[in-house]
């Protein structure tokens, strides 16, 4: 009893939550899911249009001022045109400014290309025959999906042809048996997620850019997102893929099977390869039934060893009910206080240094509902939390995801960011973030959120204006830190073009070498994503 007295403001709060129906049971996690994004993605659209203020006060960095165009890809010609649209008609070869302003673009606005020409096909088989045309002509190419990306890899470098797959969205099939879900790659991720709810089964992947990217482009970079911890990686899930290779060639490697050892497993080569292998044109994918009990909470700790020893404790105590587990600074919330629209402090008034977001999911509301009660009340008294609010309703618990998933809006719309996308021990994990303030001091906000419950970091250095200064400052440093504490440089974003050449902070000569052979092998002119994922360098000797 005194132990609650002395947590007494966060009992009450517990209590009023709890009298009132504290941990909110959801009939379908599907609709709690989407209605926690919806807006959010299609908000991320706009934002990323380049005709925002943004651009004119933070500037476009050019691409071409650190890589040299391949002088072996070609132009295209008024002959290639004729050509392309052999292919796909007149209406799916674009050649119209608008257009290409917003496809040479990358979300974060940081990056333009130059590439005077963007392909939609509607069938693999275009996509082949527009490949195998590209490799005869050494036209250079970029696979593009959502155009989410944070490496600048999903944009041209120069003048490389876009091929977008947005046209490509069918669902092939979905069996109800197994979970396994066959489609086209450029299904928009949320439009798969609201397809799986009504058969009752949930996407194994969530991310707040769901509602434009394509699951083509979540597994050519491996996303993670929010639901890792539970549901594991996409090279656990995605069961089987059909690609496209530079050649042309039709790669089938559709299979819904959950075992298959016959060979060496391909699909992994694209998964992660972020186009630099060929382009996904199909997918297979099992997805997990959706159950019926869902609930958030939002935890405050009063430092960071807290919410590591809280992670540790929700693995142990809530164990297969837990679905997420993520963190964020008190600068990540101020920001999304700021900056994203109808944003609340859930826990009002004070501002706490560290937050937490934990969800379960499982099928037995009563158990589940103990279960998260005990831990929560069992982490008050033992001083893990120091406040925290469990989401009534489904209403309540968008606007908690919209916090998390909104930083990297309030972070564009803060002025320039530096990204840093890094997979540390969760121990040291937070180190960084304080030894970047204390190196930065008041020239830059540094915040720090991410994926604890997988050990990701999403560093980000938040300036009014991008400072060379302030990036000789950054950079290699953080590189060098994560390095030395057996890190990686990307954790879920990719290379891209920002950090192709940033990669032996991770990985070694012997194993670069490797990649760029095989990368030499299956695209022998190198004109699939070209300057990204691999350095220039490698592939050259
Ligand atoms: P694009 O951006 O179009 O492309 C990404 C890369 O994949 C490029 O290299 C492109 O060439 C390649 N590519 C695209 N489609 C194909 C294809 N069919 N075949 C071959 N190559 C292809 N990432 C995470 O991992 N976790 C997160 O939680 C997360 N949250 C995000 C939140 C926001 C607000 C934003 C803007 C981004 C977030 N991301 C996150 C980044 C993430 O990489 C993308 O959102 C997503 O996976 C990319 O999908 P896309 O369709 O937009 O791909
Ligand atoms: C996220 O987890 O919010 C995304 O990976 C985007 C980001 O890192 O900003
Ligand atoms: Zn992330």
Redesign the pocket.
């Known amino acids: 009893m005194e132990k609650w007295r002395a947590a007494g403001f966060i009992y009450r709060r517990l209590l009023k939550h709890s009298s009132n129906h504290v941990f909110t049971s959801h009939n379908s996690i599907p609709n709690f899911t989407r209605s926690s994004i919806s807006g959010f ?1 299609y908000d ?1 659209c706009n934002i990323a249009a380049p005709s925002h203020n943004l651009v004119g006060q933070i500037g476009y960095r050019n691409y071409a001022t650190s890589a040299q165009r391949n002088p072996m890809f070609s132009s295209v010609n008024s002959d290639d045109i004729v050509h392309f649209k052999s292919i796909l008609g007149d209406k799916y070869v674009i050649e119209d400014k608008d257009k290409l302003d917003d496809a040479n673009t990358d ?1 974060l606005r940081k990056f333009k290309g130059s590439s005077k020409l963007m392909l939609q096909p509607r069938t693999t088989e275009e996509v082949s025959q527009i490949l195998k045309y590209c490799n005869s002509r050494r036209i250079a190419v ?9 490496v600048g ?2 944009i041209p470098v120069f003048d490389e042809v876009i091929i977008n ?1 947005s046209r490509m969205h069918k669902i092939v099939s979905f069996d109800k048996v197994s979970g396994v879900l066959v489609c086209e ?2 299904c928009v991720l949320e439009n798969l997620i609201s397809f799986l709810d009504n058969e009752g089964f949930i996407m194994p992947l969530d ?3 769901k509602g ?3 699951i ?11 639901r890792l911890v539970r549901y594991g990686s996409l090279h656990g899930t995605v069961l089987g893929l059909e ?1 496209v290779l530079a050649d042309g060639t039709i790669l089938d490697m559709l299979g819904t099977l959950r075992k298959d050892n016959t060979g060496y497993d391909l699909k992994h080569l ?1 998964i992660g390869s ?3 292998l ?4 199909k997918i297979s994918i099992l997805t997990p039934p959706k159950l019926s009990s869902v609930n958030l909470a939002f935890l405050a700790c009063s430092d960071y060893r807290s919410c590591q020893k809280l992670l540790l404790e929700a693995k142990r105590k809530l164990g297969e009910i837990l679905s997420a587990y993520e963190f964020l600074d008190a600068q990540s919330l101020d920001l999304a206080l700021k900056h994203l629209e109808g944003a609340r402090n859930p826990l009002p008034p004070l501002m706490h240094n560290f937050y937490v977001l934990i969800e379960t999911t499982g099928s037995d509301e009563t158990s589940d509902k103990q279960k998260l009660e005990a831990f929560l009340l069992d982490s008050l008294e033992s001083g893990l939390i120091s406040d925290g609010v469990l989401a009534q309703d489904i209403q309540q618990a968008s606007s908690f995801w919209h916090i998390r ?1 909104g930083i ?2 309030a972070l564009l719309k803060a002025g320039g960011v530096y990204k840093y996308d890094l997979s540390l021990p969760v121990e040291k994990m937070y180190d960084i973030v304080e030894e970047m303030r204390t190196r930065l001091g008041s020239a830059a906000n540094v915040v720090g959120y991410g ?1 604890l419950g997988d050990g990701n970091l999403h560093l980000n250095i938040s300036v009014p204006q991008y400072d060379n200064t302030i990036l000789a400052q950054i950079e290699p440093f953080v590189y060098e830190w994560t390095s030395k504490h057996h890190g990686s440089i990307s954790a ?3 290379l ?1 073009f920002t950090k192709a050449d940033k990669i032996y902070y991770s990985k070694s000569l012997e194993t670069v070498q490797l990649m760029a052979s095989i990368k030499k092998l299956m695209d022998p002119h190198g004109i699939l ?1 070209p300057y ?1 994922v691999l350095p220039p360098s490698s592939l050259t000797s």
């Open positions: 993605a991320y979300w970029v696979p593009q999906g959502g155009n989410t990306g944070l890899g999903s797959t790659a450029g991310l707040g850019a434009s990217c394509q083509g482009g979540n597994i050519s970079t491996n996303a993670g997102g929010l690609a694209f972020e186009g630099s060929g382009l996904i044109t998933e990297p809006e994926h879920e974003h990719g891209g994503n990204k």
